[in-house]
């Protein structure tokens, strides 16, 4: 349920794993774009060095991609 009025946000810790590229860095969760009013605190997420992350408060995961 959506409370804010904006439909265009992305419910928050829906998914368990997102896509990013190197236009998303610095990489945190809850994304921008996300509803964050149900979520957890914004938390900076290393993911440059192994292409990959998990988030510690939700547990979804992130894959850096390439974009070509």
């Known amino acids: ?6 439909t265009d946000l992305i419910e928050p810790n829906a998914e368990n794993r997102y896509e990013v590229t190197k ?3 610095p990489l945190h969760c809850p994304m921008p774009g996300m509803s964050l009013w149900n979520s957890h605190p914004r ?3 290393e993911i440059e060095a192994h292409g990959k992350v998990k ?7 992130y894959v850096l991609i390439n974009q070509s």
């Open 1 to 6: 349920m959506n409370t804010s009025g904006n």
């Open 23 to 25: 236009a998303d860095l």
């Open 43 to 45: 938390v900076f997420l």
């Open 55 to 61: 988030c510690p408060y939700c547990g979804a995961d």
